[in-house]
């Protein structure tokens, strides 16, 4: 699945690790203007909401109360305590729009500039005249699933476990500019921070908030490998609980009974069915035993369109998907070189083959419809001549006659890996592989489970790999791009760029958007320079559902967005 920044509260980078996820999870937001005004799922029974672009029932039924739901998953959920597990698009889900909820949520809007704010368990904030005290009041009528007042005491321990060493939360970096989070009284909490910076409200929402009275009394030391112990004591905040676990088969949710908004949710269940063959997933939703599917294969969208009972929905998405180059190795550590490489790339032609068009080659690894992007620059163009010139001129001849490069007896062989779950990128790995090959480069694939590449990406252990990660609504990239996140960051490439990290820094210090904005254009440069990865695709993110759910309404911040006012037209167990 995708990993993802869990910015959701904020907005969510993710890691999109799956084959329709990648068609379509720090998971973590971008522009969700449209991309194009491109009308999926246009059929006689339904219409298009002229904002999000999704398909919505032309008689939009009345939400009934019960029934049960059940969505595949590819990947497994591994826990209920975000901070331990990873940050998939659907740990996403279980985390932040059924189990727990965050203080403030962004709204999913980002094309005019920095995003605005809803509160979720926080019905007002205010920030300090000086900017260095934000206040948040909690709701009074919010609770624990076990009738405990969710108070300032859970934020505040919240964010003792958010930047305890001990944990090594993979977003702690957000937290690191606020000194204190100090209690005024049960519901009311203030962020204290070191210094003013346009992100700060940002970084207090970042997370959604844990249960003290439930989970502190085990020592932060071993929550790592906790996962069950958190299972067993779980209370929570949001609209469902756990009714079973059922550990690599299914996560079947039920309707929390004490959910501080009464009148949610509609659905007596939900169930996260693992079927880990993306293949089954659409035949599933075809015969009614799925009923929504989060992620759907470009290739598919026509089969979706065609059937009266489906509905295809879909919006821009806020993440990048890209070749990471481990600079760590050669000839990776040369700029030029890994430029060679995008140029040699032929991504038109994998938007064109796996997207169907439904996507668009990136100059950037912010999405086109954003506030941030730099409009001016233009996607490296496919060019094999210049990139053997470059090759040529970095030391690398054919000496033997083989049709593969070599530098110093060496050829130019690689290894590229990605996720076998993921038809799309095992598909763009094929096209790379034979593109590659007619400028003398030979890549050798590999192929593995999700869950087995994070640790060899983390570790720096590989030459190359197809992956993606999200942007979150602050488009603050540090945590994939900047030196300190090459250990225990999301920097796999291990790109290490004093001028990067300046900008990057910049971004971080700007006080207003305003202030930033020259930065994020400056960074962007930097990067289309650098090439520390190459960006393979902007697609839009599509998803399906059965025409008798309503109330769904996936968005930049989630596929799951809003799962508590889902609802089936006809209630059915």
Known sequence: MPLARPDI????????????????????????ALFLAVLFGCRSE???????????????????????????????MLGVNELTTQPTTAHTALHYFALFQPLILPDPSFRDGPPRYQGV???????????????????????????????????????????????????????ARIQEVEALDAKTVRFHYSEVYATQLFDAA???????????????????????WFLERLVVSGPFTVEDWSSGERVTLARNDRYWRAERP????????????????????????????????ASKASDVEADLELALMSYPQRGFFFVVWNTLREPFDQAEVRRGLTLAIDRQEIVDSLYFGRARVPASPFPSDSWVHHDELEPLPYDPAE????????????????????????????????????????????LIQEQLRRVGVEVVPRLAE???????????????????????????????????????GLNWGAFNSPAVDE??????AAATSDDALGHFHTLQELLHGEQPLTLLYEPRRLCARRSDLVGTDPNGLSSFFGLENWALAQASD
């Open 387 to 430: 990139a053997r010139r470059i090759f040529e001129g970095a030391g690398f001849a054919d000496t033997d006659g083989d049709g593969i490069l070599e530098r110093d007896g060496k050829p130019f062989r690689f290894e590229m890996v990605t996720n076998v779950d993921n038809d799309l990128r095992r598909d763009a790995l094929t």
């Open 206 to 228: 970042l997370g959604v908030v844990l249960p003290a009275h439930a989970w502190s009394e085990l020592p932060f030391e071993r929550w790592a490998e906790s996962n069950d």
């Open 450 to 488: 999700f869950n087995a590449l994070l640790e060899p990406l983390s570790a720096h252990e590989f030459d190359s790999a197809i992956q993606a990660l999200g942007v979150g609504t602050d488009f603050d990239l540090s945590f994939a791009l900047h030196s300190r996140s090459i250990d225990g």
């Open 46 to 76: 339904t219409s298009v909401d002229p904002e999000s672009g999704n398909a919505q029932p032309a008689d939009a039924a009345e939400p009934v109360r019960g029934g049960t739901v059940t969505v595949p998953v590819a990947v497994e």
């Open 9 to 32: 509260p904020s907005a969510h980078r993710s890691l999109f690790g799956i084959r329709s996820g990648d068609a379509a999870h720090r998971l973590l937001v971008w522009t969700l």
């Open 503 to 508: 900008a990057l820094d910049a971004i971080r």
């Open 121 to 175: 368990l926080a019905e007002r904030w205010e920030m300090s005249e000086d900017r260095r005290a934000l206040t948040f009041s909690l709701r009074p009528e919010a609770t624990w699933s076990d009738g405990t007042p969710i108070t300032a005491e859970d934020v505040v321990f919240t964010w003792s476990a958010q930047t305890s060493p001990a944990i090594g939360w993979a977003f702690a970096e957000a937290k």
């Open 266 to 297: 509609f659905l007596d269940r939900l169930v996260f069915e693992v079927v880990s063959d993306r293949s089954l997933h659409l035949p599933l939703l075809e015969r009614g035993s799925a009923h929504f599917l989060e992620f759907l294969d």
